[in-house]
């Protein structure tokens, strides 16, 4: 095992695609020979690509890599599809699209099947990552599932999400909707070419400036009134404002260029849009400004335009995230979670055990036989584990 | 535990027919095996290279532009010159009679022409695995 490792950490593409495969399948000894190696660990972006079905992270992510690597940079790349629940099997078709880089070195693509779990992303993912991340990849991308609306254990294993959307799956009470949408460091309109994108970019930043202005304590919180009054500046930034027109020349902008937020956009009303420019240079004037309202990008992944300003943007990003000290709460939150994962898996490895299972077993009939109530058992049970968890001998300790 | 069955459903060459490819992942999947399929006019470079990053247990190559008898052999040279040759690969397409004896002592392990039921495609992977499945 500890040569594998060594054999990873030098780059050799075939161990590390072994070492990926003993922890997809849950290969104790692999995990906890990785996670011993603690020197390893931090070097690499990790950026995660989410998106519904269709929107284009896969086609993206295939230019993405191609941009990374005009710039000297080795990428690694997770893409995750979703297993079926019914016969365990998959298929993985995200690569298909990035079978352009196949052959170079400096690229590695792995798919990885959910294998059952339901958050857009597979339990031997964050794993994978650091495999990657040891291996000396300089940016790891993550393709999630294509996700509905909840679908966000990718904030737990990115440093920076890039969430993927298109024009014409709904209206602005999709964006303002708890979930998904809350979990972007940058947006991206893919299919730019299509009707509609300049409204979904819209709607998406009027989403971002409203929670910029929630948090900022700007719209007093269960404030009728205050929202109210604000009522017809967010109608105007979606642009459903009355007498709101769209114009030709607004549709056609070019795709890749954040349109500036504090500029009014051309096509809206002329009052309104000084408003709305004069509180956003309110927000400029504080540091976090550039945290606080995510980046909105247009990109047509099928041409490739806008995804090298969509790199740009990344790396930028990255750059301002460690900066700031973002970086090291994320990683720090994310930490916390995997540690929770940790105790999780290792109770659900006790809980598979025979003599478990068989206290398991009993306790259920006794509930059955209604000689105990479900707490009590589940109580006894829990304590029964603690104690097994305490004396069991395995690899982590 | 058992692990997951990996095969890679590659199609080399230049026809642009990927109906039975497409058909023989499915059938893979719903058998609960984990299938990466790689599309079209795929070179045999590319599809080592992507059969040894999925390190997967199998390739399954399907071609119908005649040309199996110069890029099934290539797969199998490659997958040795890497040092995978735990890897089984077997062939579908369309593929005359005559051309088996050939493509088998080039180390294809099997050709499954039209009409062959998928059920007997998924027997012979687990019968023939290179590597145990624990």
Redesign the interface.
């Known amino acids: 095992m500890n040569d594998l490792i060594r054999a990873c950490f030098s780059g050799d593409?075939?161990a590390?695609?072994?070492l990926?495969?003993l922890l997809?399948?849950?290969d104790r000894e692999a995990y906890a020979a990785l996670y011993r190696l603690k020197d390893h660990a931090g070097r690499a972006q990790v950026i995660g690509i989410t998106g519904p079905p269709g929107a284009g992270k896969s086609t993206l992510a295939d230019k993405l890599i191609a941009q990374f690597r005009l710039r000297g940079l080795k990428v690694g790349v997770l893409a995750v599809d979703p297993?079926?629940p019914f016969?365990?099997?998959?298929?993985?078709?995200d690569?298909?699209r990035m079978?352009g880089h196949?052959?170079d070195p400096g690229v590695?693509?792995?798919?990885l099947?959910t294998?059952g779990s339901l958050g857009g992303i597979s339990k031997a993912t964050h794993a994978a990552i650091r495999v990657l991340d040891a291996a000396g990849y300089d940016i790891v991308l993550v393709e999630t599932v294509g996700v509905g609306q909840s679908e966000i254990d990718i904030v737990r294993v990115a440093d920076l999400v890039v969430l993927v959307s298109v024009p014409g799956l709904g209206d602005d009470i999709q964006v303002i909707k708890a979930g998904i949408m809350e979990i972007g460091d940058i947006f991206v309109v893919n299919k730019a070419d299509r009707d509609g994108a300049d409204r979904v970019v819209r709607e998406i930043r009027a989403m971002l400036e409203l929670q910029a202005q929630l948090r900022r304590g700007q719209i007093p919180k269960g404030g009728p009134d205050t929202l109210a009054a604000r009522a017809p500046e967010f109608l105007h930034h979606t642009g459903l404002a009355e007498g709101w027109e769209p114009r030709a020349d607004n549709e056609s902008g070019a795709t890749g260029k954040e349109e500036s937020i504090t500029t009014p956009t051309p096509g809206v009303r002329p009052g309104a849009g000084t408003v709305s420019a004069a509180l956003v240079n309110q927000e400029a004037g504080t540091i976090s400004a550039a945290l606080t309202i995510a980046p909105v990008l247009k990109t047509i992944a099928e041409t490739g335009d806008g995804v090298k300003e969509l790199a740009d943007t990344i790396l930028n990003h990255f750059e301002t995230l460690s900066r700031t000290g973002e970086l090291e709460r994320k990683r720090l939150e994310s930490i916390r979670y995997q540690l929770g994962q940790f105790v999780s898996n290792e109770i659900a490895h006790l809980m598979s055990l025979p003599e478990l299972a068989a206290a398991q077993d009993e306790l259920a009939r006794k509930v059955f036989s209604r000689k105990m109530d479900v707490y009590s058992a589940g109580l006894a049970l829990f304590h029964t584990i603690i104690e097994q968890g305490a004396s069991h001998e395995h690899p982590q300790t | 535990m058992e692990r997951k069955i990996r095969v890679l459903i590659a199609k080399p060459g230049l026809d642009g027919h990927d109906r039975g490819a497409k058909v023989i992942a499915r059938a893979l999947r719903d058998a609960g095996m984990e299938v990466i399929y790689t599309g079209l006019r795929q070179t045999p470079e590319q599809i080592v290279s992507a059969a040894i990053q999925e390190d997967v247990d199998v390739i399954g190559l399907s071609i119908l532009s005649g040309a199996h008898n110069h890029l099934f052999p290539r797969v199998v040279e490659l997958l040795k010159q890497s040092g995978a040759e735990n890897v089984l690969v077997f062939g579908g397409g369309v593929i005359p009679e005559e051309d088996i004896p050939f493509l088998k002592s080039k180390g294809i392990a099997e050709v499954f022409g039209p009409g062959t039921p998928t059920s007997k495609t998924i027997e012979f992977i687990r019968a023939n695995l290179k590597r145990p499945l624990n």
């Open positions: 593409v075939r590390v695609a072994r990926i495969t997809e399948n849950g297993s079926s016969s365990g099997g998959a298929i993985l078709g690569r298909l079978q196949a052959t590695f693509i792995r798919s099947a294998r």
